[in-house]
C-alpha cells in the first residue's frame, strides 16, 4: 500500500503562483511514475503532469510553460509549481503513484484562481 497525501493548495488571484506537494508513504520502494491530475466542477479528471523515477517530463499542452513538475526521491515527495495561473486552472488536483502495475492516488486539493 502507498499512501498519497497532498498540500499547498488554495486561492490565489489570476496570474499568481503556487507550489503542490504530495508526500508518498506506506510500501514506497518501487514508485514508478508519479503524475498530477486535476479535477474541474462538471468535468472529467484529466492527467496535467507526469514525471518518471529517473526524471523525464511529460505535460499537457495546457500546462505546458505554465507548469513544472519535479519530484525528490529522497524525500518521497513531488511537486508541482504552478505559474501565471488562470482561472480555468480552477479544479481539485490529484496526486498519483505507480508501484508495480497499480496507480495509488492522494485526495486532492483545491486550487482557485479568481479575482
Known amino acids: 500500500q502507498v499512501q498519497l497525501v497532498e498540500s499547498g493548495g488554495g486561492l490565489v488571484q489570476p496570474g499568481g503562483s503556487l507550489r503542490l506537494s504530495c508526500v508518498a508513504s506506506?510500501?514506497?520502494?518501487?514508485?514508478?511514475?508519479m503524475h498530477w491530475y486535476r479535477q474541474a466542477p462538471g468535468k472529467q479528471r484529466e492527467l496535467v503532469a507526469t514525471?518518471?523515477?529517473?526524471?523525464?517530463?511529460n505535460y499537457a499542452d495546457s500546462a505546458k510553460g505554465r507548469f513544472t513538475i519535479s519530484r525528490d526521491n529522497a524525500k518521497n515527495t513531488v511537486y508541482l509549481q504552478m505559474n501565471s495561473l488562470k482561472p480555468e486552472d480552477t479544479a481539485v488536483y490529484y496526486c498519483?503513484?505507480?508501484?508495480?502495475?497499480?496507480?495509488?492516488w492522494g485526495q486532492g486539493t483545491q486550487v482557485t484562481a479568481s479575482s
Open positions: 514525471i518518471t523515477r529517473s526524471g523525464s517530463t
Open positions: 498519483a503513484a505507480d508501484r508495480v502495475g497499480f496507480r495509488y
Open positions: 506506506g510500501s514506497i520502494s518501487i514508485i514508478d511514475d
